[in-house]
């Protein structure tokens, strides 16, 4: 693997983005789709890694899925009964949590496993809460095994999921074909990337699946979905705007103006929440008929968050903090630990070996501004690692991320739009020039 020359910009970036669709979404239209009772279509898919996991996954366990071959972003979904087979999670967090669920459908062994890196990631909440619902599961993490008779009770379980919103999103996708439903109960420090759980709660609803939230029942930290019927829907994927933030930023570190179409004027994306993070930092923000336009200040400020909710954002916050002129805190992100790689150890190093000034706290990263040097960026098989090294790159020559490639995540190409946003803008130098 080579590493990549993050081209750096000596001048303002002037470009306009589009963005394919949301992992989180598609991920999920993909499992409600498979158990639906008819067929469903899924139009501006996200084709990356961890969605094409899931259909490759979906489709050994006993669900159709055809890809329009003049346009693989559009696919047809035909339910079928789910059955034994093998999953590759890779480091998909949505898969090795969403999938669990469906295979305790399952009239067979269904058996996960992923990439080295995915056997530490948390999965244990999850499996044991499928197996207080009455599902034959052997393992505490990757590799595992579920093991079904075709239905499971479901019914009342407590679980702590402060580590991931995905241990309830995950149970909540499925939930409506058991027998009981669910009802979760939360017991623990608070649930992060709660905007996740809502998109869970929205997209079930539009199939026509009853579910409570905590604001419904008035029960804190207690979501119920109601066994019955799943629709069949026509979904329309939004953009991915977690993916747009890195396109953002350069806007915000060189003092450009980037454009993002197609913004969603509301969405339970956490990617929404750069709007504000990017003008707390000094750009000027604007959705102005469903184009997101970033301008960039003269510096940049350092900003004080709690990014629980949008921790998914932390990576693309920590590059433009290490590149402001004032310090930063970023807080409530402990649950970080737990996603691809470490990401507090991660970022703390990273910019450390640029020269910059992070430290790890309890919950967060605090960073204070400092030079930076060129140097090798390490991406740890994390996607918003990498992006977040060509961030840092744009302002500072000399930046090399070790694997570029691992974008393929949830953005495969990445280089290339990258390169495109450069190319409309004068002066820059390195692997896109
Ligand atoms: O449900 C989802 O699609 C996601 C939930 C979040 O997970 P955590 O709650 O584990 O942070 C987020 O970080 C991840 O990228 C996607
Ligand atoms: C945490 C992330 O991914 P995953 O869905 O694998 O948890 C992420 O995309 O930032």
Redesign the pocket.
Known sequence: MSTWPAPTSSSPVHATVTLPGS?SITNRALIISALASGRSTVAGTLRSR?TDLMISALREIGTGIDIDSDDPTSLTVHPGIVRGGAVDCG????VMRFLPPLAALATGTVSFDGDEQARTRPLDTILSALRALGADVDGDALPFTVTGTGRLRGGTVDIDASGSS?FVSGLMLSAARFDEGITIHHVGKPVPSMPHIQMTVEMLRHAGVLVDTPADSGDADTWRVHPGPVDAVDWVIEPDL?NATPFLAAAAVTGGEVRVPNWPSSTTQPGDAIRHILATMGATVELDGGILVVRGPKALRGIDIDLHDVG?LTPTVAALAALADSPSHLRGIAHLRG??TDRLAALVTEIGRLGGNAIETDDGLDITPAALNGGVWHAYAD??MATAGAIVGLAVPGVHVDDIGTTSK?LPGFELLWADMLAGSPAHEGSSS
């Open positions: 992992k961890d480091l998909a967090g949505t995905q977690s998914e996603h691809e996607h918003r949830t």
